[in-house]
């Protein structure tokens, strides 16, 4: 699918809208050619808003969880740490005298 935003892009369209931009409005149909103009324009730039609002929100949620694993993994680093030091001093060892 083609959004309107992707065909703004285009050499040609923009040319267009130059053009369409630098006549005389001295016709009526001069005046409605460029408020179209700058209807597609103004479309064009909220398209793109919400193409970066989306963006961003995006992107905020893979770094909240990023920082949820990153917790996580601390978390389970300390419980296992605790559980091994608990282990290692406290549990007699066949074979060894403590």
């Given at each position: 699918m083609t959004y309107h935003s992707e065909?703004?892009?285009t050499k040609r369209v923009k040319d267009m809208y130059r053009q369409m931009l630098s006549v005389d409005t001295d016709s009526p149909t001069a005046v409605q050619q460029l408020c179209q103009v700058v209807r597609n324009i103004?479309?064009?730039l909220?398209?793109?808003e919400r193409k970066m609002m989306k963006a961003e929100a995006e992107c905020?949620?893979?770094l909240y969880l990023s920082n949820f694993l990153l917790s996580l993994c601390?978390?389970?680093f300390e419980v296992s740490?605790?559980?091994e030091s608990r282990?290692?001093?406290r549990t007699?060892?066949?074979g060894f005298k403590n």
């Open positions: 065909l703004m892009l103004y479309m064009y909220v398209e793109e905020e949620n893979k601390q978390f389970l740490r605790n559980v282990f290692f001093y007699p060892c066949p």
